[in-house]
């Protein structure tokens, strides 16, 4: 079992719909967790982290749930510029990385 | 630019040559790390410093790969004997180690060929 999993997609959204991308873990003892977006042949970039008590930034709102070692990431009213691969981050002792779901916002 | 950097952006070797890669980190980041990217994959760990110290080490890092940081600054990865399956994008990333969560920024990456 790989220790960040993620829905590889692709999610293919109309602009203005909501989207949520899910990832586990398999490592209990995690202490960080983010999202980071990827765009084609472009280096990874801290979308943000994530905390226990859930956050929000703008369209993007993420959860963390240490129980059953899930997190998820909402974006709302979704852009075309918001097309990209999404990556579920997670820390323990290094960090992690998701294969990544790849999002398409069209038009 | 006060961001990561990398050189070089793009290397093409030949099977069996060494390469190294040099990577300068955020200015006032105290760690550092390389990754090594295929395609569809995500990032994959390697290794990673703090000042000049490297903390750990992946398993994955076969003994023909080397990465130093001598002065707690810039850091390079050097891999002898390269074979066809080194191939990859390699990033760095630098880190402050003050205080959690510990955010990573990207530098733009080195894309090795070998031929």
């Known amino acids: 079992r790989k220790e960040v999993e993620q829905d590889p997609g692709p999610f293919n959204v109309p602009e203005g719909a909501t989207v949520a991308f899910n990832c586990t873990y398999s490592?209990?003892?995690?202490?960080?967790f983010f999202w980071y977006r990827q765009d084609c042949r472009k280096e990874p970039k801290l979308l943000m982290s994530?905390?226990?008590s859930g956050n929000e930034d703008g369209r993007f709102t993420a959860q963390l749930n240490r129980a059953s070692q899930y997190i998820s990431l909402l974006i709302r009213d979704s852009k075309l510029s918001d097309s990209a691969t999404y990556l579920c981050?997670?820390?323990?002792?290094?960090?992690?990385f998701g294969a990544g779901t790849r999002l398409t916002v069209k038009p | 630019d006060t961001g990561v950097s990398q050189d070089p952006r793009h290397k093409i070797t030949k099977r069996g040559q060494n390469v190294t890669f040099r990577c300068d980190p955020i200015?006032?980041?105290?760690?550092l790390y390389w990754y090594r990217q295929t395609l569809g994959q995500g990032p994959e760990f390697l290794t990673y410093?703090?000042?000049?110290?490297?903390?750990?080490k992946s398993r994955l890092l076969s003994d023909r790969f080397s990465a130093e940081r001598p002065k707690g600054s810039f850091s390079t990865l050097e891999i002898q004997r390269t074979e066809q399956g080194d191939s990859a994008m390699y990033l760095c990333?630098?880190?402050?180690?003050?205080?959690?969560?510990?955010?990573?920024?990207f530098g733009p990456g080195t894309r090795l060929t070998v031929t």
């Open positions: 990333a630098s880190s402050t180690g003050d205080r959690a969560p510990y955010e990573q920024y």
């Open positions: 490592n209990s003892a995690s202490q960080s």
């Open positions: 994530v905390y226990s």
């Open positions: 981050v997670v820390n323990s002792n290094d960090m992690r």
């Open positions: 200015s006032e980041h105290n760690r």
């Open positions: 410093f703090q000042n000049e110290a490297q903390l750990e």
